[in-house]
């Protein structure tokens, strides 16, 4: 198993301040990790400079809630409806795997 290079690390790498506002606006949620109260994270994999990349993102619960205000009414149904049932036991929720079609 071969691991991707980190993003983050890159960028500092290439002189890019770590104080950066950064945005990504074609942002594919493929999974959610909830790290414990108000407290979550993602991983996707980005290309940068031809090679792609591993990028984490960690954000709170006014985060989540402003990334779910973009999400599809599925993903965003989906994730609210796992947190009403349980939002602090560390776990992940692989979006990829679920129907909606319920």
Request: net charge negative; charged share 25%; proline share 5%.
């Amino acid at each position: 198993m071969s691991f991707k290079p980190d993003y983050g690390l890159r960028q500092l790498h290439d002189g890019i301040s770590r104080n950066v506002n950064q945005y990504y606006y074609d942002f594919r949620l493929f999974s959610l990790s909830i790290l414990g109260p108000g407290q979550y994270s993602t991983m996707v994999d980005v290309p940068y400079e031809g090679e792609l990349h591993a990028l984490s993102l960690d954000f709170n619960q006014d985060q989540l809630d402003r990334i779910l205000s973009h999400a599809s009414p599925q993903i965003a149904s989906l994730i609210r409806k796992e947190l009403g049932r349980d939002s602090s036991t560390p776990r992940t929720i692989d979006l990829t795997a679920r129907s909606f079609s319920e």
